[in-house]
Nanobody, 128 residues
Framework: QVQLVESGGGSVQPGGSLRLSCTVS????????IAWFRQAPGKDREGVSF????????FYADSVKGRFSMFRDVAKNTVYLQMDTLKPEDTANYYC?????????????????????WGQGTQVVVSS
């Protein structure tokens, strides 16, 4: 089982930026995926972005493409989510998750059912 710990949430005005961190107990470099999800009150948990462990390739949901950037520091076992040009609709609890499952369709990694291990979440509030 992989332990994940998120940090970096907070309150910011629209148009502002935040950087979330996810420290992973074990960061495999040959397989698996680390992802960011978010869940707003009364809504389903949605996939935001994910990174392939083997080569660091990143993928983004349409709702955040061009505004959010995911990257990692392998030496620190940490994955980051840089969030720029934040909007009120980005307000949510943000979670990181890990999986070693495989999929024939890369975009399945935006589905929560693909993930076995989750962090406790960090809250992001975008409001004026």
């Amino acid at each position: 089982q992989v332990q994940l710990v998120e940090s970096g949430g907070g309150s910011v005005q629209p148009g502002g930026s935040l950087r979330l961190s996810c420290t992973v107990s074990v960061l495999s470099l040959d397989r698996g995926v680390i992802a960011w999800f978010r869940q707003a009150p009364g809504k389903d948990r949605e996939g935001v972005s994910f990174i392939m462990n083997k080569d660091g390739t990143t993928f983004y949901a349409d709702s955040v493409k061009g505004r959010f950037s995911m990257f990692r520091d392998v030496a620190k076992n940490t994955v980051y989510l840089q969030m720029d040009t934040l909007k009120p609709e980005d307000t949510a609890n943000y979670y990181c998750a890990s999986t070693h499952r495989e999929s024939w369709n890369i975009w399945n990694f935006l589905r929560r059912q693909m993930y076995d291990d989750w962090g406790q979440g960090t809250q992001v509030v975008v409001s004026s």
